[in-house]
């Protein structure tokens, strides 16, 4: 059964703490994106990756960053520059015209 | 990718048809129109994709008329659990669309007993 894998469901940090997000997929997709989502709001593109090995940012990049090293997994590493990292994150991935699969997110407090 | 608007929220009784209508008045040629459904504290779910015309699939229809620059997504007999945030995208999908797909507010739809 395929489909997109996020772990832990729940995370919590102190600030100033460097957090690592799982996001591991075997839909032998592509291209696997990371988003943000606050209260009330849609989804914000903070990274993608359209192959291995390589990654571009998207509209928030900063005080993230991310990893490409296999085709299955996608890390995101919320760091202490964030200035505001509690949010729901959510990774995605596609192949060709394969409408977007999202995993069922990460909550992070950090406090 | 084009720029989609649509309405913030709706509200609907159960067992009515409810048609939530995104417009996109610089679609490009190649752009495709996909609508998503999420629940609180979950991925959205893709619904339906279309081009132009009319498509339907056992969960929804979605109507585009010959402009393309509107796209009304209808939704038959709404029960509670299609209680929901609905989005609408647009872009090239088959030339690696999602680059730099970013979602908006959506659409809150309520449905009431």
């Known amino acids: 059964d395929g489909g997109i894998t996020q772990s832990p469901k729940y995370l919590f940090r102190k600030e100033g703490q460097n957090v690592t997000l799982s996001c591991e997929q075997n839909l032998n997709h592509d291209a696997m994106y990371w988003y943000r989502q606050d209260p009330g709001q849609g989804l914000r593109l903070i990274y993608y990756?359209?192959?291995?090995?390589?990654?571009q940012k998207g509209d928030i990049a900063e005080g993230y960053s991310v990893s490409r090293e296999k085709k299955e997994s996608f890390p995101l590493t919320v760091t202490s520059a964030q200035k505001n990292p509690t949010a729901f994150y959510l990774c995605?991935?596609?192949?060709?015209?394969?409408?977007?699969?999202f995993g069922n997110g990460t909550r992070l407090t950090v406090t | 990718l084009a720029k989609t608007t649509q309405p913030i929220s709706m509200d609907s009784y159960e067992g009515q048809e409810v048609n939530i209508t995104c417009s996109h008045n610089n679609i490009a040629t190649n752009d495709y129109i996909t609508w998503y459904q999420q629940f609180p504290s979950q991925g959205p779910r893709f619904i339906i994709q279309?081009?132009?015309t009319k498509v339907t699939n056992e969960v929804a229809s979605l109507f585009i008329p010959a402009d393309r620059k509107s796209s009304t997504l209808s939704l038959p007999r709404v029960s509670l659990s299609d209680t929901a945030v609905y989005y609408c995208l647009v872009g090239d999908m088959n030339s690696g669309g999602y680059q730099k797909v970013t979602f908006g507010i959506g659409t809150k739809l309520q449905v009431i007993p």
């Open positions: 279309g081009y132009k």
């Open positions: 995605a991935s596609t192949q060709g015209s394969v409408p977007l699969h």
């Open positions: 990756s359209q192959i291995v090995n390589d990654f």
